[in-house]
Each structure stands twice: as structure tokens, then as C-alpha cells.
């Protein structure tokens, strides 16, 4: 019977060890990636110019990065910046690279015909003496891209940073920091501990002659109730859930104060953090999907065939039928204005992606064509506008390829090329001479790319990201059509800030044409300016804020001597066509 009792007094002794190493163990951090073309990034950053689809520039003579690191890390640490200089054959960039105030290196870049580049920072023990790093980037004799003669953007470009990893040296020194105060004292009480709870335990059996099976219920239930605490996840981001996780919020604060929430904040920072949280989260949305096919949480849906929609997509076919008013008198607007100048205007509508899947979920019908469709006709009795609205022709194209990326709301370039031709057809009725591009004109491949990755933040790993489910599609495993025109090299553009190309094809129509639209003109425009001269697009969303007020673009309009203007919208998106006012 002591035998007995030893080994469980051992076993249990291990387990309390084990549930509160996460006292006497530090695991160093793992590697760490940041993308700085995100929005909402945890790093302070000082001197930076707002992001960009592969990116963010430096705007300022002295640009600073401050960022903390989940736990201390004693030996060594790798910082890799994967970036690009804002540097020509004429013109050098020259900058010192600082780390926590001390001088780091002195980088130089003599032109910007390598492309992207990785720098790695190789930081040793005495730029680690606390979590927060601060590395500082500065530069001498900074120009504009105006002042270099490439384009009107004023800003003082330097470096510009893609991503930013952090990697320990593991060949330094250990994965693990191990506090062996803390582990003398955790070890000492578990087994104190577990002496007295298996001594007490004996009696309990011996005296009141319970089973033992509601002994060992008992002590695995005690167990177990350690579990949650036993690894805390110290992250300040949820890839999972795409979220920034709750922080700990202590009960007196620095200047002395009481919290009075310290409850609740420290409720909310542990039911974020507690151990194999992301586990459980995986495990029951795959059983929620698993038991029902057309699956959807509060961000985003499954529909047939594993087609995803973020919910996003569907919160404006209340707005179409209620502000109709708006709208028509936003479309009047463009109309007046183009009757003004003389410019000749069209405006076409994206149908919606749901409307070419069944999407039908808990009894509700996420459809939008036919909220649409009213509105169409409402139009064009009002104003005498028709719109551009290629549904019936698309459905006719979905038979030969996906005219829709299967996780991404965006068209593929089929789709575009569908879209692209209904309008060269209604322009054609007003211009005799234009005609739109033949497939034969494109060489024409297949590939596994979705739009979400042209190095943007949409789709496939959003949309997959916010149903944490692991389809094969969002694996990227469906191959889409693709078209590169076969005279590519005779098209010249330039790039602007705020979203505007200007596009020059030699061989083009000779009309001047203006193209504003949300993402969606991205595909449109693989076709678009080999059909004309002279072509310029602006994108409305190209900050992130999505604004289709015409003042916006009317003075760029009318330098620009406009023959044709196009407004290109997504039917999800189409109440902003009330903001087409003068």
C-alpha cells in the first residue's frame, strides 16, 4: 500500500509540476512575421507614409519602428526586413540604421533595378536588455519622386519596408528559459501538495469506504481544472479569428489607482489566452461545418461547393431599395455633368457573386441581382441612364470557366474580360469605329493564383481565415484562367498616389478614356488600355475608404479632356453611386 501511495504522490507531484511550468519555463518566441501593407499593425511606427498594396515608404528624414517582444530573449535575435529603396542610377540613397539608440550599420542603395531585398539585422545580448527594441532609420539628402521628374508625388521616399520577421538563433542558446528558483519552489509544493491530498485521500477510502473510482473522478477533476492555465498564449494578435487579443489590465496601475474592471479585464484577458483556446475553436467550427455543409459564423459563409462569402458582402440590399432617391439623384448628377463637358458617360454594376451560387443559409436568401435589378430599372425611368449590367451574360460564361474566384469576392479575369466586352459593345453603338479585343490577341494560361494574392489583404486567406476551416480551395488548389496581351511591352504606365494609372498603348483607339471603379477595375484593366490611347483609371477605394464623389476627380477629368468616362461599380457596393455629385 506505501508503494502505492508513493507512486501517486509521484505521478501527481509531476503533473502540478507540469500544469504550472509556464511559472518556471519561458519559451523563447517563435517566428514572427508582420506584413506592413496591413492596415492595423502591432508596432509603433514614426516617419511612415500610409500602406500600399506590397507595402509602406518612409515620408521623413528620421523614421522609427518600436515593438515588443512577447518575452525577453537573453542570447540572440535575427530581425529580417524584406524591403525595397526608393533609389534610381542617378540618385543613392544613404542611410544609418540605428538599433535602441546605438548605431547598428550604414546601408546604401545605388539604384532600384534589383527589385525587393532582405536585410537582416543580427542582434546580439546588448541590444536585448529589455523586451522593447526601437530601431531607427536615418537618411541624408531624401528627394521626391517630383523632384526626380518621375511623377507628381511630393512625399520624401526612403526605404520601404514589405515585412519584418523576427527569428531566435536557436544554435545560441535554448528554445527554453528555465528560472530554476521558481522550479525549486513549484516542485516543493506539488509535492507537499500531493502528500497530503493522496494521505487524505486514504482515509477518505479507509474510513468512509467510498469507491475508489469516485477518488481518481475527483483527482482528475482537480487536475484538469489546471489545464487552462497551464500555457498562456502571451500573442497580441489572433491569426485565427483575425483580432487583436484582450491585454492584461492590472489591478493597480503604474500611477497607483485601483481598477475597479479588474474583474471583467481579467476575465476577458484570460478567456483569450487560456490553453488550447485555438484548438477548441478549431475543433467546433469543423463540427459545425462538418454537420452542416452551408456553415456561417458572424463574419463569413459557405455556400455550395464550398464557395466562401464574407458576410460583408451582403449588408447592402436594405440600402438599395431604401435610398433609391439617393442613388437616382447621384446617377442624375453624372449625367448633367457629362452633358456639360461633353463627355460621353456609361456606368456599369458588377453583378454579385452570391447571385451565381446557392447561397441560401437558414432560410435566408443572401441574393442581391434582384435588388439590383430594381434599381436599374428605377434608374433609368428617373434619368434615362441604362446601365451596363452583364448577369445574363456572365451566367453563359460560367459554363466554360469560373468567372468568380471560389474564395475571393472579386471576378477572375474572365469574368473581367465578360464585363470589359459588354461595355466595348454599348460604347460601339455610340463610337461605330471601336471594337473590342479578341481572346486571339492574349496568350491565354492557367493558373492557381486568386486575386488575394497579388500581394493585397482580401480574400482567400481572409475569408478562410474567418471561418477557421481548412477547404482544399483554400489551399489554392483550382487553376483560373489568365490572359497576357501579346504586345504587353508597347503598353507604358505610370503610377500616381491615390490610386490613379495612366495608361499609353500606341495602338489604341484614339479616345481618352477615364475609368473609376473599386477593386474590381484591377482585372478590368488588363483589357481596357490596349483598347484606347490614352487611358486613366483611378481606383476609389485605394486608401481603404471607398468614395465616389465626383469632385474627387472632376478637375483630373476635364484636364485630362475626357472623351469617355466609365464608372465601375460591384453590385454589393452600388449604393455609392448616391456620391456621384458635382
Known sequence: MGKKRLLITVILSLLLVWCF????????????????????????????????????????????????????????????????????KDYELNMNVFVNGAKYDEWHFKSQTSGDQVKILKLSSQYLQSKEITISFVFSDLLSPK?????????KLGLGLISMETIPQKNIGPLYDFDYLYFIIVSTFSILFSYKIVQYLTRFKILEHNSRIDIVFLCVFFVLLFIPMSRIDHSEKSTQENRMLAKY???????????????????????????????????????????????ANSKAMTGYDDWLFPLADF?????????????????????????????????????????????????????????????IEEIFKRTGVSIIYPKHEMKKAKIKDFIFFKTDHHWTEWGAYIGYFEFMQKVKKDFPEISPLNENEFYISYRQDVRANYNINLGVESICKMLNIDLPDCKQMIYYKKYNHKLKENLKYKLSPKGRVDYYYPDGIDKRVVIIGNSFIENFNQFLPYSFKNVLS?????????????SRWKEDILKYKAEILLILIHAETAGHLSELKD
Open 21 to 88: 511550468s509556464f511559472v518556471w519555463v519561458t519559451k523563447v518566441p517563435k517566428q514572427n512575421i508582420i506584413h506592413f501593407s496591413e492596415k492595423e499593425i502591432p508596432l509603433i511606427m514614426d516617419g511612415f507614409s500610409y500602406p500600399e498594396r506590397w507595402g509602406r515608404w518612409t515620408n521623413s528624414e528620421k523614421a522609427h519602428i518600436k515593438f515588443k517582444l512577447s518575452n525577453p530573449v537573453k542570447n540572440s535575435l535575427d530581425i529580417k526586413l524584406k524591403l525595397r529603396a526608393f533609389a534610381r
Open 147 to 155: 523632384q526626380l521628374g518621375l511623377n507628381n508625388d511630393v512625399r
Open 249 to 295: 489590465i492590472p489591478l493597480v496601475n503604474d500611477s497607483g489607482k485601483i481598477n475597479p474592471k479588474y474583474g471583467k479585464d481579467f476575465e476577458a484577458w484570460f478567456n483569450d489566452r487560456f490553453c488550447m483556446r485555438t484548438i477548441l475553436i478549431k475543433i467546433y467550427d469543423k463540427l459545425k461545418f462538418n454537420i452542416n455543409r452551408y456553415y
Open 315 to 375: 449588408n447592402s440590399r436594405k440600402f438599395l431599395l431604401t435610398n433609391q432617391n439617393e442613388i437616382c439623384s447621384g446617377v442624375n448628377s453624372l449625367k448633367q455633368f457629362c452633358e456639360k463637358y461633353g463627355i460621353k458617360c456609361y456606368i456599369e454594376v458588377v453583378p454579385s457573386r452570391a447571385d451565381f451560387n446557392k447561397t441560401k443559409i437558414f432560410q435566408r436568401n443572401f441574393q442581391t441581382g434582384k435588388y439590383v435589378e430594381q434599381l
Open 538 to 550: 483611378f481606383r476609389t477605394n485605394y486608401t481603404g475608404y471607398e468614395n465616389f464623389n465626383l
